[in-house]
């Protein structure tokens, strides 16, 4: 007797082999096998039937005639194959026309057997989105089943999703299961720092898997002229702001005057938006938001910040100067930095004839 370990595991095989789920190749034996035998049933009952009728009229007198009607419908069914009988041809028929069958049902049975998961597109793919925007990473799967798909990202090996379960604290991440098989890492409010390689992995064995790089652009904001601008009282200053390197122009610019955000079109403040200009090196094209301010006062001093709607701000500093006085103090300020400049540089000089004579 066999101990009981070694029993209960041939047990479980048994019942594994049982439950296992049959392949196509099985599935096209059993359904040539159920085709066969129904064949031969049907030519056997065929036999037997003629056989009987040929017994039934001799021998319905008694016992001895239904011995004699066995022994007849038994040596007519023998000499009905023998002898070429119509039910034989039938089967034979019926038999040739299965075997003519079994190449379309192999062919089925490879077809079934090759309903694997794969990738509908390129090993590797490209997106460019710009900061601030939403980024949609594409991944489109056939044939999936059962199998999960999997977002990587690549820079540190950080699982970001597996099929709609998300895996990272950041928020920002998200998987969409779009009807037409894509299986999509959105990206909300990219950062520069989502620059890189992300993959797109299926479980299978070995893994099925497609890389998406994606590049973020960052445009270019900068105020046009001096960080620092001194401008007479009751002159009209204009401020021009410049976005360059965008893939979309902005859809605003905001202006700021300290914390204060300013009116579009107030009684002394206008905005205006150029947008798609085309750059002078001839590389894309910019928008230009300009704030006008008519006959600036001296409560006007300060910073003031252009903020667009897809890229940095930038900050530049007006001074408003009242006449003449402030004029001259300006330019007094100015004779003053320069004398101070050359007076350093007299001393410089000093030290060094200085230090030659002593060497002498």
Not at 24 to 36: D, E, K, R, S
Not at 195 to 215: H, N
Not at 234 to 258: D, K, Q
Not at 317 to 333: K, M, P
């Amino acid at each position: 007797m066999r101990p009981w370990k070694s029993r209960n595991r041939s047990e479980m095989q048994t019942l594994e082999t049982r439950t296992r789920p049959l392949q196509g190749a099985q599935l096209t034996q059993l359904l040539l096998g159920g085709i066969l035998c129904l064949t031969i049933a049907s030519h056997t009952q065929t036999s037997a039937e003629a056989a009987g009728g040929k017994g039934a009229g001799p021998g319905a007198g008694g016992g001895a005639g239904a011995g004699t009607a066995s022994s007849s419908a038994a040596s007519t069914a023998i000499s009905s194959d023998e002898g070429g009988d119509p039910s034989s041809a039938t089967a034979f028929s019926s038999l040739a026309q299965v075997s003519s069958l079994l190449p379309e049902a192999s062919a089925l049975s490879a077809t079934s057997g090759l309903k694997e998961p794969y990738l509908d597109g390129y090993a590797t793919s490209n997106v460019t989105t710009q900061i601030g925007t939403h980024a949609y990473l594409p991944c489109r799967v056939k044939q999936l089943g059962n199998k999960s798909v999997s977002w990587i990202r690549l820079r540190d090996g950080h699982i970001l999703t597996v099929d709609r379960a998300v895996f990272i604290a950041d928020q920002r991440f998200l998987a969409i299961k779009q009807p037409d098989k894509y299986w999509t890492l959105q990206i909300k409010y990219v950062q520069a720092r989502d620059a890189g390689s992300y993959e797109c992995q299926v479980s299978t064995e070995p893994k099925v898997s497609a890389r998406v790089q994606l590049q973020v652009v960052v445009p270019r904001t900068e105020i046009l002229g001096e960080p620092d601008r001194y401008v007479k009282a009751g002159s009209n200053v204009v401020l021009r702001c410049i976005v360059r390197g965008a893939l979309e122009p902005p859809t605003f610019i905001m202006w700021y005057h300290g914390a204060e955000q300013l009116a579009a079109d107030s009684r002394r403040h206008r905005t205006q938006l150029d947008p798609n200009l085309p750059e002078a090196s001839g590389e894309g094209q910019s928008t230009i938001g300009s704030l006008i301010i008519e006959s600036a006062k001296k409560r006007d001093t300060g910073n003031y910040t252009c903020s667009p709607s897809n890229s940095p701000s930038a900050t530049v500093t007006l001074n408003i100067i009242n006449g003449e006085s402030s004029a001259s103090a300006v330019t007094s300020s100015a004779a003053t930095t320069r004398a101070y400049a050359l007076s350093i540089l007299a001393l410089l000089l000093s030290v060094i004839i200085i230090g030659v004579g002593h060497r002498t």
